[in-house]
């Protein structure tokens, strides 16, 4: 019988180093659809373009990743694929949740997104009826320092979670993010004042679900907009909070 490989391999270790660089990538695609090219992407990851050029054409190859004409990256059907489905289980489930929430904010967008990797996966939107309005599309992933939705998600993780995730980011950003999930903990409600997009706030709630997903439901609207509601828009989302859709 051959012997059995250490866990600590080089092999496995090369393995693994793959995978991240694999996952991290289609993150950063995922965050700007069709916007990246090959030297941005690289640039990103910190990988010599030769290294990027492997690793993405490996991703075209079985279907993670594709490339257009002009050399832009997006994701692939078949990575779309399986994520679809399940997103729009959650998207189901919390539609009724989601729809109360615009009616009890007067019309204001809500959103549903769910915590994939390091990335806040939208899956599902109510628009606004306002003229004047913040509108994200369905299918993309916004990062989690500086979105509602993103903080709100991350102060449902517990504390090794946490700083595994704020690894990620510079001593200054997880100093402020720390003291900003304490206070998320403490109240229920996650805000971006301007953050993400400049002259939009929005408020948020998240929680786990049975199927252990990090779901988050937001309110984004126009800075001056969500001060004159901010208090409204607050109770819906803790109405919220307590929808059965979370047990389901």
């Not at 509602?148 to 990620?168: F, I, Y």
């Amino acid at each position: 019988m051959p012997p059995r490989e250490s866990s600590s391999s080089p092999s496995r270790d090369e393995g693994i180093q793959v995978l991240r660089r694999a996952a991290a990538a289609l993150d950063e695609i995922a965050s700007e659809p069709g916007e990246l090219r090959l030297v941005d992407l690289g640039g990103r990851l910190g990988l010599a373009k030769s290294t990027a050029r492997r690793l993405l054409v490996g991703l075209v190859e079985v279907g993670l990743a594709s490339v257009d004409a002009q050399g832009h990256f997006s994701l692939g059907e078949r990575l779309l694929g399986f994520g679809s489905a399940g997103g729009a289980h959650v998207a189901a489930i919390f539609r009724p949740t989601i729809e109360a929430v615009a009616r009890a904010t007067d019309g204001e967008t809500v959103d549903l997104s769910v915590l994939r990797g390091h990335r806040m996966w939208f899956v599902d939107q109510v628009e606004s009826s306002f003229r004047l309005r913040a509108v994200s599309a369905v299918g993309v992933r916004f990062p989690l320092e500086v979105t509602a939705n993103g903080k709100a998600a991350l102060a449902v993780l517990d504390d090794s979670g946490v700083e595994t995730m704020l690894a990620r980011f510079s001593v200054g950003v997880a100093h402020r993010l720390r003291h900003e999930i304490a206070e998320i903990r403490r109240t229920g409600v996650a805000f971006d004042r301007g953050e993400h997009t400049p002259g939009i706030s929005a408020a948020a709630i998240a929680r786990r679900t049975v199927g252990d997903n990090v779901v988050a439901i937001s309110v984004p609207a126009p800075t001056e907009r969500f001060q004159d509601k901010e208090q409204r828009i607050v109770a819906a989302l803790r109405a919220a909070a307590e929808s059965p859709a979370w047990s389901r």
